[in-house]
């Protein structure tokens, strides 16, 4: 309603201008005063009545924006993660999907596939969540294998591996 309201208040105030254009004008002449035209627009400047609302009505005002939790996690400890990467990115993974190296994926030895693994790099403080699609790693003392978005997220492509703590999202 007061969108409304403004928008004519907006085509008058154009309509009388547009008007004054038409008529002859000069500094001693004006073809409408001041006066006149505040006094045109004076039905306008009133606010028009809060509305009656009845019924079963929400003040929107009044509610308080969900908060999403944090999911609920189970420590899995920490571990070496190593990433793999060029070398298998197209080829199959032990789940039958085809490997992608750049999505957020990594490969561990016994959590089921599908899994939702949070793996914090604590020298950084920088965290990924990645799916378990595959199984690994096969090198000796490495906990997971991440695909290489991931560990680039983490930071562990430099070195090429990198001490983790992992959780496992429910």
Do not use: C
Not at 9 to 38: G, K, M, W, Y
Not at 79 to 98: C, I, L, P, Q
Not at 135 to 157: C, K, M, N, Q, W
């Amino acid at each position: 309603m007061l969108k409304t309201m403004i928008q004519r208040t907006t085509l008058t105030r154009a309509l009388v201008a547009s008007l004054a254009l038409l008529a002859p004008v000069s500094a001693a002449n004006p073809a409408v005063t001041d006066a006149e035209f505040e006094q045109t627009f004076a039905p306008f400047d009133t606010e028009a009545p809060a509305p009656q609302v009845e019924g079963d009505v929400v003040d929107l005002a009044e509610i308080e924006p969900a908060v999403e939790a944090e999911p609920a996690t189970t420590s899995l400890g920490s571990g070496v993660a190593s990433y793999y990467g060029r070398k298998f990115h197209g080829r199959r993974t032990a789940n039958g999907e085809r490997f992608d190296m750049h999505a957020m994926t990594a490969a561990h030895r016994t959590l089921p596939f599908g899994s939702r693994v949070r793996v914090t790099n604590p020298s950084n403080g920088r965290a990924v969540v990645v799916r378990i699609n595959d199984r690994g790693p096969y090198a000796h003392g490495r906990t997971i294998d991440l695909s290489r978005a991931a560990a680039t997220e983490i930071g562990l492509v430099a070195r090429g591996h990198g001490t983790v703590q992992l959780e496992l999202l429910k």
